[in-house]
């Protein structure tokens, strides 16, 4: 995913904000997030992403994503900023740009019959 996500970001931004007023970086911003959520690896285990789509709802993977990455905790000592303040953006932000990602991957690859 990550080799076209930047071209991929562009589309999704332009073609489907969630709210006229959402900064246009907030989603690039969340949609790198998530895309960076759905293709890490850590602890020996990898998330495939259409294994990760089946098995959680948008709103579980930017929860799960959430916890795990602290995104909604300051981010240092010196910054009393949550990584969603630093980059205007919200959970629902999160969940938008799941979602999108949800949804271009179906459209470019959809599951096997």
């Known amino acids: 995913m990550k080799d076209a996500?930047?071209?991929?970001?562009?589309h999704l931004v332009t073609a489907s904000a969630p709210h006229p007023?959402?900064?246009?970086?907030?989603?690039?911003?969340?949609?790198?997030i998530a895309d960076r959520w759905l293709t890490s690896c850590g602890g020996g285990q990898c998330n495939a992403a259409f294994l990760t789509f089946a098995s959680f709802s948008d709103e579980s993977l930017a929860d799960q994503c959430i916890s795990r990455?602290?995104?909604d905790q300051p981010q240092g000592e010196d910054n009393d900023l949550t990584w969603f303040e630093?980059?205007?953006?919200?959970?629902?932000?999160?969940?938008?740009?799941?979602?999108?990602?949800?949804?271009?991957?179906t459209q470019t690859n959809p599951p096997p019959r």
């Open 5 to 10: 996500v930047h071209g991929r970001q562009r």
């Open 86 to 105: 630093a980059h205007e953006a919200d959970r629902d932000l999160l969940i938008w740009a799941f979602s999108a990602l949800r949804a271009f991957a």
């Open 21 to 32: 007023d959402t900064p246009p970086m907030a989603c690039v911003r969340c949609l790198d």
């Open 69 to 71: 990455w602290g995104l």
